[in-house]
């Protein structure tokens, strides 16, 4: 009913800069929080960024200062400017959205993930 698809993710060399993109689509009444997780071989899942429908924005220690989170509510689309990358950046990277599709009602979705790869 509801897809989220990742785009933008490469290999970027250390100090480089990459921009995810996240489009929402289906039957969407509404979108909630919108945000971005990632994770790493070995490593459990971990909160990026996220961002309010309001526009109030969340960001894990490690990226603060250096990713900046978006979206725009008319086009349900979440984005993800990631400038000064380092290796430890390197993971898959997954949106998530809080929706409410108008035939089951409140849903959490998740995209298929995109690779990003720091190294020079």
């Known amino acids: 009913q509801v897809q989220l698809v990742e785009s933008g993710g490469g290999l970027v060399q250390p100090g480089g800069s990459l921009r995810l993109s996240c489009v929402a689509s289906g039957s969407i009444f509404r979108t909630n929080t919108m945000g971005w997780y990632r994770q790493a071989p070995g490593k459990q899942r971990e909160l990026v960024a996220t961002?309010?429908?309001?526009?109030?924005?969340n960001y894990a220690d490690s990226v603060k200062g250096r990713f900046t989170v978006s979206r725009d509510n008319a086009k349900n689309t979440v984005s993800l400017q990631m400038n000064s990358l380092k290796p430890e950046d390197t993971a898959v990277y997954y949106c998530?959205?809080?929706?409410?599709?108008?035939?089951?009602?409140?849903?959490?979705?998740w995209g298929q993930g995109t690779l990003v790869t720091v190294s020079s």
């Open positions: 961002i309010t429908r309001g526009g109030n924005t």
């Open positions: 998530n959205a809080g929706v409410v599709v108008t035939t089951l009602g409140p849903l959490e979705v």
